[in-house]
Antibody, heavy 118, light 108 residues
Framework: VQLVQSGADVKRPGASVKVACKAS????????IHWVRQAPGQGLEWMGW????????IYSKKFEGRVTLTRDKSTTTAYMELTRLTSDDTAVYFC????????????WGQGTLVVVSS | SYVLTQPPSVSVAPGHTAWMTCGGD??????VHWYQQKPGQAPVLVVH???DRPSGIPERFSGSNSGNTATLIINGVEAEDEAVYYC???????????FGGGTKLTVL
């Protein structure tokens, strides 16, 4: 199992960012993909999950309205888009999956640093 | 909403035992998972479902969970165990995936 994420990005406040998570080594539609972020020097914060089979999603209340999780089954890639960025969104964003649909997360992407700065 | 409380730091000498706690209301009725995170790396699952170890995780890692406290135990701590450790549970009352604030383990 491998989850390989897109590279670091720098965005202006108010912009949007879309992070990719390329999955390989397993049946892409067989496990939910979760997204977790970590601000500099801070802890882990769950953002939501996406069912790659149906496209169904559940979002953390904190991010509802600003985050959208999608997928492309043809390229086995999951995406996390976050809109209306502020400096508080500067963080490393991880995709993760478990052995089933839910935690524990035994597989993680390497993380993608998103910096929001004017 | 449910809150998981971890001490910010724990220090232990090499070869000794480290206990890291995760407090939560009736956490003993939840399954608790523990992750190790070293600087600049993604978290690694070290204990799941209170006291099970994934394959490849050394036997010195174990866990317990009862009442209002879950505990990650590292027997015979080694220098490579220095990291931040996070507990995590499934919370049916709020956001379903909840992490504790993390404990930094320092190996003296």
């Amino acid at each position: 199992v491998q989850l390989v994420q897109s590279g670091a990005d720098v965005k202006r406040p108010g912009a949007s960012v879309k992070v990719a998570c390329k999955a390989s080594g397993y049946a892409f539609t067989g496990n939910f993909i979760h997204w977790v972020r970590q601000a500099p020097g801070q802890g882990l914060e769950w953002m939501g999950w996406m069912n790659p089979n149906s496209g169904g999603t559940i979002y953390s209340k904190k991010f509802e309205g600003r985050v959208t999780l999608t997928r492309d089954k043809s390229t086995t890639t999951a995406y996390m888009e976050l809109t209306r960025l502020t400096s508080d969104d500067t963080a490393v964003y991880f995709c993760a999956r478990g052995s089933g649909d839910f935690p524990p997360f035994g597989h993680w992407g390497q993380g993608t640093l998103v910096v929001v700065s004017s | 909403s449910y809150v998981l409380t971890q001490p910010p730091s724990v220090s232990v000498a090499p070869g000794h035992t480290a206990w890291m706690t995760c407090g939560g209301d009736k956490i003993g009725s939840n399954s608790v998972h523990w992750y190790q995170q070293k600087p600049g790396q993604a978290p690694v699952l070290v204990v799941h479902d209170d006291d099970d170890r994934p394959s490849g995780i050394p036997e010195r890692f174990s866990g317990s969970n009862s009442g209002n406290t879950a505990t990650l135990i590292i027997n015979g701590v080694e220098a490579e165990d220095e990291a931040v450790y996070y507990c995590q549970v499934w919370d049916s009352s709020g956001d379903p995936v909840l992490f504790g604030g993390g404990t930094k383990l320092t190996v003296l």
